[in-house]
C-alpha cells in the first residue's frame, strides 16, 4: 500500500491536471452538468476525511498552543491579504458587482481544502487544521467590516453567517470527528489499522473527485457572465502570484520553521470561494455576474494549487529560534 500511495503522490500533478480538464469539458458538454454541485460538499467533506486521517489529530491541543504559528496566520489573512486585496480592486473597472464579487473572495481565508493541499505542499496541516475555527470566526466578523470600508454600508449588510456556520460543521467538524474516531480505531485493533491504511491511499484520488465536480459544476456558471469573469481573472492571477509570497514573508518575519511557512503561504493564497458561493447567489440582482465572478477565482485558485504543491515547498526559511 505504501508503494502504491507514493505512486500517487508521485503523479498527482498530471492526475489533477487530468481531473481539471475532464471537469471543464463536462460542464461545457453535458447538458445539466450544473446539478454536479450537490456533490462538491460531501466530496469536499469525504476529501477532508482521509485528509485528517493523514494528520496526528492528538497532537491538535499542541498545535493550539503555537502562538507564533496563530500570529503570522492571522496576521497574513486579516491584515496583510486584506491590504493586498485592497490595492488589487483598484485596477477593477467601477462595476460595484464585479468589485463585490472579488471582494467576497479574496477577503476570506479558506477553511476546508486548504488543509489537503498543505499536507500534498508538505507544510504543517496539523497546525493549519487547529487554527481553522479561528479563521471561520474572525472571517465571518470582519468581512462586513471590510466590506463597509470599501464599498459602504449596503455591501456589508450581504454577509450571513449561515454559510460559515454549515461550512464549519459538515466540512470541518464532522470529517474531523469521524478521523479521529477512526485513528482510535487503528491505534487498538487489526482491523481498525487495515482500515486506516486503505483510506490512507485516497487523499489524491478524493481530490481529483473535488476538482472534477468542481469544474464541471462551475464552468455553465462562467459561460453566463464570460465578459466580468475574464475582467476579474487578471486580478486573481495577480492575487495567486503575490499572496504566497507575502504569506511566506511574514513567517520568515515571524521566524517560523519550513513545515509552518508554508501552511501560512498556502492559507494566504486559497480563498474561501465554495463557501462563499451561497453568499454571491444571494446579491439581489447578482446573479449570473456574481457567482460567475466568485468561481472564476475557483478556477485560477485550484490551477495554481498545483504549482504551490511543487514550489512552495522549495521557500526556504530561517530556522525558528
Known amino acids: 500500500m505504501d508503494q502504491i500511495r507514493a505512486s500517487l503522490e508521485e503523479r498527482q500533478v498530471a492526475i489533477y491536471l487530468a481531473a481539471i480538464a475532464i471537469g471543464a469539458l463536462a460542464g461545457f458538454s453535458i447538458p445539466k452538468a450544473g446539478a454536479l454541485e450537490d456533490a462538491i460538499n460531501p466530496g469536499l467533506a469525504f476529501m477532508l476525511f482521509v485528509t485528517f486521517l493523514q494528520v496526528p489529530l492528538a497532537e491538535l491541543g499542541s498545535a493550539l498552543r503555537n502562538t507564533r504559528f496563530l500570529g503570522a496566520l492571522l496576521t497574513t489573512n486579516f491584515v496583510v491579504m486584506p491590504l493586498l486585496?485592497?490595492?488589487?480592486?483598484?485596477?477593477?473597472?467601477?462595476?460595484?458587482?464585479?468589485?463585490?464579487?472579488?471582494?467576497?473572495?479574496?477577503?476570506?481565508?479558506c477553511v476546508d481544502y486548504v488543509v489537503t493541499f498543505t499536507h500534498l505542499g508538505r507544510g504543517d496541516a496539523k497546525l493549519l487544521l487547529a487554527a481553522t475555527p479561528a479563521l471561520l470566526l474572525l472571517q465571518m466578523a470582519l468581512l462586513p467590516v471590510y466590506l463597509r470600508v470599501l464599498l459602504g454600508n449596503d455591501a456589508s449588510g450581504l454577509v450571513h453567517p449561515e454559510p460559515f456556520i454549515h461550512a464549519f460543521l459538515w466540512l470541518i467538524a464532522v470529517p474531523l470527528l469521524l478521523a479521529a474516531a477512526l485513528q482510535l480505531w487503528a491505534a487498538r485493533t487489526a482491523t481498525g489499522k487495515r482500515a486506516s491504511m486503505a483510506l490512507g491511499l485516497l487523499p489524491v484520488p478524493a481530490t481529483a473527485?473535488?476538482?472534477?465536480?468542481?469544474?464541471?459544476?462551475?464552468?455553465?456558471?462562467?459561460?453566463?457572465?464570460?465578459?466580468?469573469?475574464?475582467?476579474a481573472a487578471p486580478i486573481y492571477l495577480a492575487y495567486a502570484i503575490i499572496a504566497p509570497l507575502l504569506g511566506w514573508i511574514v513567517a520568515r518575519g515571524g521566524r517560523l520553521d519550513p513545515g509552518s511557512a508554508r501552511a501560512v503561504a498556502f492559507s494566504a493564497a486559497t480563498r474561501n470561494s465554495l463557501v462563499i458561493l451561497p453568499l454571491a447567489f444571494a446579491v439581489p440582482g447578482g446573479v449570473p455576474l456574481v457567482p460567475a465572478v466568485v468561481v472564476t477565482q475557483t478556477i485560477i485558485e485550484l490551477i495554481s494549487e498545483l504549482v504551490y504543491v511543487r514550489w512552495i515547498p522549495r521557500l526556504s526559511v530561517r530556522p525558528a529560534a
Open 85 to 109: 486585496t485592497a490595492l488589487l480592486v483598484q485596477f477593477l473597472p467601477d462595476e460595484p458587482m464585479i468589485r463585490l464579487a472579488v471582494l467576497f473572495v479574496l477577503l476570506t481565508p
Open 209 to 231: 473527485l473535488v476538482l472534477f465536480l468542481v469544474l464541471a459544476a462551475v464552468m455553465p456558471q462562467i459561460g453566463e457572465a464570460a465578459g466580468a469573469a475574464l475582467t
